[in-house]
């Protein structure tokens, strides 16, 4: 007769068939217990000890979490960091062993590169099987170096490892993930080794219990449970975001008076932290502005003293003529290269920088002071002390006026509203129909520069802009906007994602758009398809027929076979206006119905470069 060792750890959520299911559902509750709620799970064996854990409770307290099967473990990491990207905290990847978890490593080094937190939670087989060479093993120990902030392999669960040891491992390799520290938020990884059984046995053939019973005893007496459902956590970390001291604050002021010729310019911020401050800032100041699209303020801020893009030649040279002698750039780097060659070619620029990592992220060289501050914390510590004791001098003293961009603005806008369907005319008509407080996910490449080049007199609205800048690869827009939207939705917010990418981009994440299926999110996706990497036709290299076709990728595919076997709504446009009627009944219908609409927008590299030929011949007044 079977002895019954189990000690009704499952009114706490808690499987207790045996060490592996036992060890994954005691994980499972403190990650919960730290908020983390968004799990992605890549199929496998060897990980269905954690699976189980997480059905489990997602059964018992479906409110509590959700989880998502992606088969594609690639697709599953972006659509990790899309959730990330809205809410500042990690979502959870689970897999089995062998290359499930290399196939994370682009998603990780991207999340790594822009500091945001994700937690890979990889299933191993054991050292004996690892040490043999046996079916889908690879070394799993430390597989992403560099790219983690913390990898800790916590080996085969053991009895000799007592449960309260094992919950403050994961309590801090969590915090680690979350901790604004000198390298920001960032990826972890927790590896697991499992023996047999991985399924709920829990007894052995001589009948014998799979767990002792002080064991079992021992996880009641050693971890926080609670009969309400609610997860608690075995360690509490406090939160570590310092406020700016006093006497940096008063330097940067006194710098600010000093300076004749001052600019701001924004980086990229982390989508979650509240803007409202930064905001304060640029209107107490007043002073010239540069904002880069991945600031979530450009399009909001641009009048009346946003510059157009550095990279536009014009504006480039009336800068590099006149530059400023302050500069204060909040965030991270920015999509216009010229930016830095500004400030390599100014050297007298005093460049001031706040962002909240110490990595060095000074492409030109040039800093002179950094502020390891969240941007946000710094300009509400600013806005005080402007407020209460150190009003500034400018009025007075600040001669460098900003330049009238209107002129410049109009011409260009003028020009685009005369174009073929092309970059420029998706960027400008995507940000005048958009609306104000939802999702503008960009893709890489021309994608990006064109929306970064955007600038109008006339328009001003409040978006949410995402990027990946980190390594500014082109792969994983499509799952990360996924990741991104449902996330949204989950949390409430019923707005719409707006992704636009090029072909290339697409291509590469075209297992994502099998999740679309089925979709009840509002997302629309812009695909750019003119046959290849057409920003190799931009850059400013010699022209080298043999050399441009090989990097250019083409290709004819077409992407309406794809996405109406799937289902989705399809939409194409190949002129202008078929790209303004198209965008504008996307909007309409995802917003009705909840629901993924392609837009495939299709024009030629010949048209294109037209169109910014165009552009670079407009000259200021």
């Not at 709920?200 to 009969?227: M, Q, R, W």
């Not at 400008?428 to 929306?451: A, C, H, Q």
Request: a neutral charge.
């Amino acid at each position: 007769m079977k002895q019954n060792t189990i000690s009704n750890l499952k009114e706490f959520q808690i499987l207790d068939e045996n060490l592996n299911w036992l060890w994954s559902s005691m994980i499972i509750d403190e990650l919960l217990a730290h908020g983390v709620t968004h799990y992605y799970l890549s199929p496998g064996m060897r990980n269905a000890p954690l699976i189980a854990a997480l059905n489990a409770r997602k059964q018992s307290t479906p409110d509590q979490l959700d989880f998502f099967v992606v088969m594609d473990e690639r697709s599953a990491a972006f659509r990790a960091m899309g959730h990330a990207k809205k809410t500042g905290r990690p979502a959870v990847l689970i897999c089995t062993s062998g290359t499930a978890l290399a196939n994370y490593m682009p998603a990780v080094v991207e999340a790594w590169k822009i500091r945001l937190p994700m937690i890979v939670l990889s299933a191993d087989r054991p050292p004996e099987l690892n040490a043999s060479d046996a079916n889908q093993t690879i070394i799993q120990d430390n597989i992403y170096g560099n790219y983690v902030a913390e990898s800790l392999n916590l080996g085969v669960p053991t009895e000799s490892i007592s449960p309260r040891a094992l919950r403050t491992s994961v309590a801090n390799i969590v915090t680690r993930a979350m901790r604004s520290g000198p390298s920001g938020p960032s990826p972890v990884h927790l590896n697991l080794s499992f023996r047999e059984p991985l399924d709920g046995t829990s007894h052995d053939k001589n009948e014998t219990p799979l767990i002792s019973h002080e064991y079992l005893e021992k996880v009641k007496a050693d971890c926080n449970f609670t009969k309400n459902s609610e997860s608690k956590r075995s360690t509490h970390y406090t939160e570590s975001y310092a406020q700016v001291p006093n006497e940096v604050l008063e330097q940067v002021v006194e710098k600010l008076n000093q300076a004749q010729r001052a600019m701001f310019v924004l980086g990229e911020l982390p989508p979650w932290i509240d803007r409202t401050p930064i905001s304060e800032t640029l209107k107490k100041l007043n002073i010239p502005l540069f904002l880069d699209v991945g600031s979530s303020l450009k399009y909001e801020h641009q009048i009346p003293h946003g510059a157009p893009s550095f990279d536009h030649p014009e504006v480039f040279e009336q800068y590099r003529k006149s530059p400023p002698k302050l500069i204060i750039h909040l965030g991270g780097r920015i999509v216009a290269r010229h930016y830095y060659e500004l400030l390599a070619q100014s050297p007298d620029i005093f460049l001031i920088s706040v962002n909240d990592s110490s990595r060095k992220e000074d492409p030109s060289h040039q800093i002179r002071m950094r502020l390891v501050a969240r941007p946000d914390i710094f300009c509400a510590n600013l806005n005080k002390l402007l407020t209460d004791t150190k009003p500034l001098e400018l009025a007075k003293n600040f001669q460098f006026e900003a330049r009238d961009w209107k002129s410049f603005i109009q011409q260009k806008s003028a020009i685009i509203d005369e174009s073929k369907l092309s970059y420029p005319v998706i960027s400008k008509t995507t940000i005048e129909t958009i609306p104000e407080d939802s999702t503008l996910y960009l893709g890489n490449s021309t994608v990006i520069r064109s929306f970064d080049s955007y600038a109008s007199d006339k328009v001003s609205k409040r978006l949410h802009t995402i990027t990946h800048r980190g390594a500014s690869g082109i792969e994983g827009f499509v799952s990360a906007a996924i990741g991104h939207t449902e996330t949204k939705f989950f949390l409430g917010d019923n707005s719409p994602t707006t992704l636009v990418l090029g072909d290339v981009s697409a291509i590469h994440d075209l297992n994502a758009f099998i999740e679309l299926k089925n979709k009840k999110i509002p997302l629309i996706i812009v695909i750019v398809n003119n046959q290849g990497g057409g920003i190799f036709t931009l850059l400013p290299m010699k022209k080298d027929e043999h050399l441009i076709k090989s990097m250019l990728s083409p290709h004819d595919f077409d992407f309406h076979p794809l996405i109406n076997g799937l289902g989705v709504t399809y939409l194409k446009a190949q002129t202008r206006d078929q790209y303004i009627d198209s965008y504008k009944q996307a909007l309409q219908k995802s917003m009705s119905e909840q629901a993924p609409i392609v837009i495939e927008a299709c024009f030629n590299h010949e048209d294109n470069r037209e169109v910014y030929k165009k552009l670079r011949t407009i000259r200021l007044n």
